[in-house]
């Protein structure tokens, strides 16, 4: 099966601080992969879609200049947090499809817990 | 307003009963969609995909059906055992484009 990994699992940092995560698909070119974030016991809440070479695609209500998005190769994808507070404290997920199977089958990293203190 | 409901938040049944799972949806037009398990701290696993032309689609012990009509999917994991406990979340194809998903059902399978 295809494999989408995310570094760091977690990280705690100061606040004002920036922090970037990682996405990389492990074994599959992946042109757009999206971005998530997950409050306890709440569902998953779409951030962003990354576009390989292009940018990012925004949801309505996230911020694009504190949520920076880069993805410039086909395999990577980075999310970083700018000027962390408190309240960016959650769970970022994002996940990609292999081509093919894009709308029918999403991969997910494991995770990256944040933690802003 | 788009909405998609998971009923209940979280259900708690007997090892080897049958759970299940209600996902209902509203102003969506799905061409497929998808069940997906996660575990605490961990991201979700895909497990099931049903198209809109599908009715019914089963892998192991997994039954999900999808009823455009009445706009719901119910998964059902028979012979549950206390290994399935987690969260499982439906997602729907949004025209396309990405993913939407439920809130989810935490499921608890008591030995």
């Known amino acids: 099966g295809a494999v989408v990994s995310q570094h760091p699992s977690w990280v705690i940092c100061k606040s004002g601080t920036s922090v970037k995560i990682e996405c990389r698909s492990l074994?599959?070119?992946?042109?757009?992969m999206f971005w998530y974030r997950q409050f306890p016991k709440q569902s998953l809440m779409l951030m962003a879609t990354?576009?390989?070479?292009?940018?990012?695609?925004?949801e309505q209500g996230v911020e694009k200049d504190k949520f920076l998005i880069n993805h410039a190769s086909l395999t990577l994808s980075t999310l970083t947090v700018t000027s962390a507070h408190p309240e960016d404290s959650s769970f970022y997920i994002c996940?990609?499809?292999?081509?093919?199977?894009?709308?029918?089958?999403?991969?997910f990293g494991q995770g990256t817990r944040l933690t802003v203190v | 307003s788009q909405k998609i409901e998971q009923n209940s938040e979280a259900l708690n049944i007997q090892e080897g009963k049958t759970a299940t799972l209600t996902c209902n949806y509203t102003?969506?037009?799905?061409?497929?969609l998808q069940w997906y398990r996660q575990d605490p701290g961990r991201g979700p696993v895909f497990l099931l995909l049903?198209?809109?032309?599908?009715k019914e689609k089963r892998k192991e012990r997994l039954k999900v059906t999808f009823d455009t009509t009445l706009k719901q999917s119910l998964f059902h994991i028979t012979a549950s055992q206390p290994a399935d406990s987690a969260t499982y979340l439906c997602?729907?194809?949004?025209?396309?484009?990405?993913?939407?998903f439920g809130p989810g059902t935490r499921l608890s399978v008591l030995p």
């Open positions: 996940s990609a499809s292999p081509p093919g199977r894009v709308n029918t089958e999403a991969f």
């Open positions: 074994d599959f070119q992946a042109t757009t």
């Open positions: 990354s576009n390989e070479g292009s940018k990012a695609t925004y």
């Open positions: 102003n969506y037009s799905p061409a497929y």
């Open positions: 049903i198209r809109e032309n599908e």
């Open positions: 997602a729907l194809d949004n025209y396309g484009q990405n993913f939407v």
